[in-house]
């Protein structure tokens, strides 16, 4: 129990009422038996924060990188997915030491007015992803079924209510779902890239980074769109959070074995995010850019020239399904970020409806207007804004985690080693320089 008392003077308040109390530690972890078998009862919490490294705001930019480039830009998705899983990786952690999700350990440690910021800032930030979401789902029901993108728009407002029954279910049967979606968007890919036939080569030689991405400005253009759209900033938050459904020992080993098991979950689902925005993009290279149509940047344009390029109907139609299954599973981690960030910030108790009904009204009101006034277009640069908006707010979220996990009086024998601090902050500085520059070149550039 040294460790705790070592924590807990570090700390200002004693620790809240946990966030998503519904659902704190009310997962068993096996106390005997094999080590697979404990693994087990800790892989979810890492396929719901995957989801948000695949969701619709990612599609544009991985279909824009690989109808200009070709392959050249798999090495950054690869970097962005790596610097995903350090910062997971260290959410996680804090989680599970401190018993305080991000928003919780922000509130302590700031001022109320930072507090405040960082609250607006993270909700503004959750309510640019939900556009994304509203937006692509709107997107893939107008393309497999014609529905009009306006009606579209409206009926993902009934996503809350999807959530709120799933919630009642069990945290256990989301993580299901979530994973059930996850497998239907990757096996759509797999036949996409058959149907493809991308060149091997090619695609080995774009996992190696080039110096031509430093050097051609449109290119270090969409890398950090790429880097922008992958890393999302409520996903930090959001796994601090939800490591918290396990009944892991609080002891120094139990913590220690919670640690590794969630490190490994989340690393692992990471891995698959990572091939569906690689595939996104080599499929964009391998039909596209091929065929050297390299002004395909818009996620309807994509569905429609598969079908020629492919020569059959299956490409679309499996191109849409994996949006639409992209866009509801974001729905579903979407609103539980929101709900963390309400309560850990603000420690405000809201009833789960209201608050994923706000939630998901700050999206889809400003999604209705622009959609009935400018239509495809409207809704396109809508998704390029969310993105922007994204990258803005990341590096509030990363900073606050790096300090607080490499504070050794916060996190006691668990501090960050120094090999890890340095590597922690270097992840951050990049995300940080390469975040300004893409603002500076959206508003000024």
């Known amino acids: 129990m040294e460790i705790d008392s070592v924590e807990a003077e570090a700390w200002r308040n004693e620790t809240q009422l946990p966030s998503l109390p519904e659902v704190y530690r009310s997962m068993r972890v096996p106390k005997k038996g094999t080590w697979f078998r404990k693994f087990l009862a800790f892989v979810g919490p890492g396929y719901l924060v995957a989801v948000g490294y695949m969701d619709p705001g990612n599609w544009a930019t991985d279909i824009a990188g690989g109808s200009l480039f070709g392959y050249t830009l798999l090495s950054v998705i690869l970097l962005s997915n790596l610097m995903a899983m350090l910062l997971q990786a260290l959410a996680g952690k804090l989680g599970i030491v401190t018993g305080r999700d991000l928003a919780q ?39 497999l079924f014609g529905i009009p993108l306006l009606y579209g728009v409206i009926i993902t407002a009934l996503d809350v209510l999807v959530v709120l029954l799933l919630q009642n279910k069990g945290f256990r049967f989301i993580e299901s779902l979530v994973i059930v979606l996850m497998i239907t968007i990757g096996g759509c890919f797999v036949t996409e890239m058959v149907l493809s036939k991308p060149e091997i080569g090619g695609i080995a030689r774009g996992f190696i980074p080039s110096a031509e991405i430093i050097t051609n400005p449109m290119m270090l253009y969409i890398a950090i769109g790429i880097l922008g759209a992958t890393v999302m900033p409520h996903n930090l938050y959001l796994h601090s959070s939800i490591v918290q459904t396990r009944q892991f020992d609080r002891t120094y080993e139990g913590k220690k074995q919670a640690i590794r098991f969630a490190t490994w979950d989340s690393s692992i689902a990471l891995f698959f ?39 059959t109907a299956v490409g679309s139609v499996l191109f849409g399904v994996a949006l639409l299954a992209s866009g509801q599973n974001s729905t579903l981690t979407g609103t539980l970020a929101g709900q963390i960030v309400m309560e850990g910030f603000l420690n405000i108790r809201l009833p789960g409806w209201l608050r994923r009904l706000i939630t998901r009204m700050i999206a889809i009101i400003p999604a209705v207007i622009v ?13 390029i804004l969310s993105q922007v908006i994204l990258s803005l707010q990341l590096s509030f979220a990363v900073i606050p985690l790096v300090m607080f996990t490499n504070d050794k009086k916060k996190m006691g024998r668990f501090a960050n080693k120094s090999w890890l601090k340095v590597l922690s902050w270097v992840v951050a500085g990049i995300i940080a320089v390469l975040n300004a520059y893409l603002l500076f070149q959206t508003f000024w550039g």
């Open 105 to 143: 350990a922000c509130r302590d440690h700031y001022s109320k007015p930072v507090s405040v910021v960082l609250w607006l800032l993270c909700e503004l930030a959750i309510a640019a992803c939900d556009l994304a979401e509203v937006i692509g789902s709107a997107i893939a029901l107008n393309l």
């Open 273 to 311: 995010a990572l091939f569906i925005n690689a595939a996104i993009l080599i499929l964009s290279a391998a039909t596209f850019h091929r065929a050297g149509m390299t002004d395909i940047a818009e996620i309807e344009d994509a569905y429609h020239m598969l079908t020629p390029l492919l020569g």
């Open 371 to 383: 959609t009935a006034i400018a239509g495809e277009s409207g809704t396109a640069k809508l998704l």
